[in-house]
């Protein structure tokens, strides 16, 4: 098993920026690619972004484009999300998430683990 823990949530106001982590442990392998979904209130979770094993191929949707960048320290098992240019509209739980496999996927359903997830709130 595989136990995801992220941190660095919280409010802040809109134009400012945010850096989630995502702690890894357990039966966790630097061979994993990893990503970002959130959900916000009342809508379904959604893709944010993803990156293979390595951290040589990310992906971010079109919404965070320019905007949040993905990264990873495979010596650390941790994953990050640096998010820049916050909008109210990127008020949500944000979750990491691991998959089987060394390359990115950007859909849910390719994720095997997950985490409790942190939540980001953007004032207007």
């Known amino acids: 098993q595989v136990q995801l823990v992220e941190s660095g949530g919280g409010l802040v106001q809109a134009g400012g920026s945010l850096r989630l982590s995502c702690a890894a442990s357990?039966?966790?392998?630097?061979?994993?690619?990893k990503g970002w979904f959130r959900q916000a209130p009342g809508k379904e979770r959604e893709f944010v972004a993803t990156i293979n094993w390595s951290g040589s191929v990310t992906y971010t949707a079109g919404s965070v484009k320019g905007r949040f960048a993905i990264s990873r320290d495979n010596a650390r098992n941790t994953l990050y999300l640096q998010m820049n240019s916050l909008k109210p509209e990127d008020t949500a739980v944000y979750y990491c998430a691991v998959r089987n496999s060394i390359y990115s996927a950007d859909h849910e359903d390719d994720y095997d683990y997950w985490g409790q997830g942190t939540q980001v709130t953007v004032s207007s």
């Open positions: 357990g039966r966790t392998s630097s061979r994993n690619a």
